[in-house]
Every structure is written in C-alpha cells, then in structure tokens.
C-alpha cells in the first residue's frame, strides 16, 4: 500500500509559478512511474509523468515549456514545477504511482493504469 500526499497548491496570478510535491510511503518508490494529473470542467489528462528513474519525462503539448516534472527517489517525493501559468492550467492537481517493477523505465499516461492516487490540491491562476 502506497499514501501519496500532495502539497504546493493555490491561487497565483497569471504568469506567476508554483511548485507541487508529493511524498509517498512505503520504501519502494523507485519502483513506481509517476505522474501528475489535472482536473478542470472540460477538461482531465495527465500534465506531466515521470519514469521511476528520472529518466523519461512527459508533458502533454499545453504544458511544455512551461512545466517540470522531477523526482528525489531518496526522498521518495515527486515534484511538478511549474512557470508562466495561465489561467487554463486552474484545476485540481492529483499525484499518481503506477507499480513498474517489471515494466522497464517508462512512463504511462493512461489513468486506469495507476494503482494510487492523492487528494488532490487546488491550483487556481487568476487572470
């Protein structure tokens, strides 16, 4: 059983930056893909995901540029960095793991294949 625990979220004005954490439990972090997906009205897909090593990063065409997905595997925590936000990034920000112990170093965008998630966290961008 994995408890992820996100944190970071809230109101910026547009342009501005905000940085999401999420810290998970267990001691087998680095076998699990990541990810960081975002819920608005209209709108759910993963923003960014993240390889168990580091490695292999993906960012859907709306944030690139823009964000930065990373993790510190030694402090089992996954991070979403992200600058020049826009208003259409407002949304409800979920931390995900996905178990890749014998799935290579890849990343995965599909929502059914995570086998956690978080509460979720806020983000607003005023305009």
């Known amino acids: 059983q994995v408890q992820l625990v996100e944190s970071g979220g809230g109101l910026v004005q547009a342009g501005g930056s905000l940085r999401l954490s999420c810290a998970a439990s267990?001691?087998?972090?680095?076998?699990?893909?990541m990810g960081w997906y975002r819920q608005a009205e209209g709108k759910a897909e993963f923003a960014a995901a993240i390889?168990?090593?580091?490695?292999?990063?993906y960012y859907t065409d709306s944030v690139k540029g823009r964000f930065t997905i990373s993790r510190d595997n030694a402090k089992s925590t996954v991070y979403l960095q992200m600058d020049s936000l826009k208003p259409e990034d407002t949304a409800v920000y979920y931390c995900?793991?996905?178990?890749?112990?014998?799935?290579?170093?890849?990343?995965?965008?599909?929502?059914?294949?995570?086998?956690?998630w978080g509460q979720g966290t806020q983000v607003t961008v005023s305009s």
């Open positions: 995900a793991a996905k178990w890749a112990l014998s799935s290579g170093d890849e990343y995965f965008t599909g929502r059914l294949l995570y086998d956690y």
């Open positions: 267990g001691r087998t972090f680095d076998n699990y893909a």
């Open positions: 390889s168990k090593s580091g490695n292999k990063t």
